[in-house]
T-cell receptor, first 110, second 118 residues
Framework: DAKTTQPPSMDCAEGRAANLPCNHSTISGNEYVYWYRQIHSQGPQYIIH???NNETNEMASLIITEDRKSSTLILPHATLRDTAVYYC???????????FGTGTRLQVFP | DVKVTQSSRYLVKRTGEKVFLECVQD?????MFWYRQDPGLGLRLIYF???????EKGDIPEGYSVSREKKERFSLILESASTNQTSMYLC?????????????????FGEGSRLTVL
């Protein structure tokens, strides 16, 4: 499984865009990029995933570079409730196994 | 609402005790997982199951076993609990992979079970 590297922590002002980077330089052609987040005392929650193209849903946008070696999760208007640990994961298309790293702790401040 | 339910939020056990952590999902999912979460180490996969009576080792299976007798239930067993198994345990489930469609292979997690072994 490809490994991911994320900064351990980031800050963001409420109302501003939060851009969370992830490096996955060893990703293979059949591996998807997934993002989950974990709010304190809860189980992780799915946010978004993608293969090659940029993706957007009601929670966030996922930008994947053309060479697929890195990606960025964008929360367009961060709120205090977005304070959480964000995990970037790569996953082979035909496996059910997800390997989590240590994630990025995002602190949104007023 | 989809639901993954873990039997206990908090447990305190003694060294050497046998511990059962139960997980039930109501989404008719094929796949179920047990992770443990420790500060500074993130989530680590212990075991997973892709069908009834099937199991696969994750990255840290030592000291654990699992049981999946029914599709909706996945149990994690600590045969002889030790203090280094004090941790937060998270159960998750997912459906069959459907490719890149929305929600395909999404993991749904329970609230977690915090186990303390004295």
């Amino acid at each position: 499984d490809a490994k991911t590297t994320q900064p351990p922590s980031m800050d963001c002002a409420e109302g501003r865009a939060a851009n969370l980077p992830c490096n996955h330089s060893t990703i293979s052609g059949n591996e998807y990029v997934y993002w989950y987040r974990q709010i304190h005392s809860q189980g992780p929650q799915y946010i978004i995933h993608g293969l090659k193209n940029n993706e957007t849903n009601e929670m966030a946008s996922l930008i994947i570079t053309e060479d697929r070696k890195s990606s960025t999760l964008i929360l367009p208007h961060a709120t205090l409730r977005d304070t959480a640990v964000y995990y970037c994961i790569v996953r082979f298309y035909n496996t059910d196994k997800l390997i989590f790293g240590t994630g990025t702790r995002l602190q949104v401040f007023p | 609402d989809v639901k993954v339910t873990q039997s206990s939020r908090y447990l305190v056990k003694r060294t050497g005790e046998k511990v059962f952590l139960e997980c039930v999902q109501d989404m008719d999912h094929e796949n179920m997982f047990w992770y443990r979460q420790d500060p500074g180490l993130g989530l680590r996969l212990i075991y997973f199951s892709y069908d009834v009576k099937m199991k696969e080792k994750g990255d840290i299976p030592e000291g654990y076993s699992v049981s999946r007798e029914k599709k909706e239930r996945f149990s994690l067993i600590l045969e002889s609990a030790s203090t280094n198994q004090t941790s937060m345990y998270l159960c998750a489930s997912s459906g069959v992979l459907l490719g890149a469609g929305k929600g395909a292979g999404e993991l749904f997690f329970g609230e977690g079970s915090r186990l303390t072994v004295l």
